[in-house]
C-alpha cells in the first residue's frame, strides 16, 4: 500500500468513513465526522503509525487531508 493510500486508510478509520469519501481537500470543514475530538484521535493515530511526533503548531488547524499529507510529507512520510 502506498503512504498516500495508507494516509486516506488512516483518516477514513478514525472518522468513521469509507475510505472512498477521503480526498486531498477533505477536512474538518467538508467531513462532519471531522471534530475537534477526532482531530486529536488522529494526530495521535498519525504519529503512531508513522513514528512521528507532530508539534502543537504543525496540526492545530490542518484544513485539509492534503494539508496533513503536506506536513507528514516534512517528516519524511506519506508522499
Known amino acids: 500500500m502506498s503512504a498516500s493510500a495508507q494516509l ?11 475510505v472512498t ?15 475537534s475530538l477526532r482531530h486529536l484521535e488522529l494526530v495521535v493515530t ?7 511526533s ?11 487531508v492534503g494539508a496533513l499529507r503536506a506536513v507528514l510529507a516534512t517528516k519524511g512520510c506519506a508522499r
Request: hydrophobic residues 45%; glycine residues 4%; aromatic residues 10%.
Open 21 to 35: 469519501s477521503v480526498t486531498d481537500e477533505d477536512g474538518p470543514a467538508t467531513l462532519p465526522e471531522w471534530t
Open 54 to 64: 507532530f508539534a502543537f503548531e504543525e496540526v492545530r488547524s490542518v484544513p485539509t
Open 8 to 18: 486516506n486508510e488512516l483518516v477514513a478509520a478514525v472518522l468513521a468513513v469509507p
Open 46 to 52: 498519525l504519529e503512531e503509525a508513522y513514528g512521528v
